[in-house]
């Protein structure tokens, strides 16, 4: 009965005269690990950037943790919010992109301490012991004073999700977080997000790693042109989809 942290209602997005999210409908309850795939192009990334309101929706409505996404009512009128109070809502939640977006001239740890003390306002030192314990849960506590560009693509994203997490986030996203690395780094960045999974972290990502969905995900959904086509227990939807495009997708990424 646990209740939905994040949840969009008949959420729509245009770009121009193109409709990229057609009323999607997503709920992810506390401790749920859901992922979504689909063909490129079909509105993943989009979807994840309306949740912190990096994109305006065109219609519907964003709620994490019970708080509308970017707008408040007033009377009948929705009014967006001022950037700080957008700053504020983006604070609690934590996203992680493809390209892993370190800052190049701070070192690791001083990639952690950033958000927190410029955005919220914390003490240098009380961050710092938080960051150190989060470099040590990705493994990465060797690694402090080193820059972004000293380490592999597959450090540089545990980096990332750990800047992330410093900022205590109550939901993370991720964009394809592991299709930017090569093959070989991709095994590393999965474990890292199994751990915080098994942590209790309520997660959204976007993947093609189907083995990562099958194993760790508690819902699977399966996007196609804008919507949502299919959901369900990963395992279910893998082995015995509901609809062909959802088998037809399968077939070409297992
Ligand atoms: P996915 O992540 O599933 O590959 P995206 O959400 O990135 O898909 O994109 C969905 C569609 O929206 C694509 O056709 C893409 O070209 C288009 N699109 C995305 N962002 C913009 C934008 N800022 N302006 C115009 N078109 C965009
Ligand atoms: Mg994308």
Do not use: W
């Not at 490129?40 to 065109?58: A, F, M, P, Y």
């Amino acid at each position: 009965m646990s209740t939905a942290l994040i949840q969009l209602s008949n959420v729509r997005k245009s770009f121009g005269s193109l409709e990229v999210l057609r009323g999607v409908d997503l709920q992810v309850r506390a401790g749920e690990v859901c992922c979504v795939i689909g063909p490129s192009g079909c509105g993943k990334s989009t979807l994840l950037r309306c949740i912190n309101h990096l994109e305006r929706v065109d219609a519907g409505e964003v709620l994490v943790d019970g708080q509308r996404i970017g707008y408040r009512r007033i009377g009948n009128r929705l009014v967006e919010l001022p950037e700080r109070e957008i700053a504020k809502q983006r604070a609690e939640i934590g996203m992680v992109f493809q390209r892993f977006n370190l800052f190049p001239h701070l070192t690791v740890l001083e990639n952690l301490l950033e958000a927190p003390t410029r955005v919220r306002g914390e003490p240098r030192e009380q961050v710092r012991e938080r960051a150190r314990q989060l470099l040590d849960r990705v493994g990465l506590a060797a690694k402090e004073d080193a820059y972004p560009a000293q380490l592999s693509g597959g450090q540089q994203q545990r980096v990332a999700i750990a800047r992330a997490l410093a900022m205590r986030p109550k939901v993370m996203l991720f964009d394809e977080p592991t299709s930017a690395l090569d093959p070989e780094l991709v095994g590393d960045v999965l474990a890292t997000m199994r751990d915080l999974a098994a942590d209790g972290m309520t997660m959204l990502v976007v993947t093609h790693e189907i083995g990562f969905a099958r194993e760790v995900a508690n819902t699977l959904v399966f996007m196609a042109d804008g919507d949502i086509v299919e959901r369900g227990d990963p395992r279910r939807v893998i082995a015995e989809p509901e609809h062909e495009r959802t088998r037809a997708f399968l077939s070409k990424v297992l």
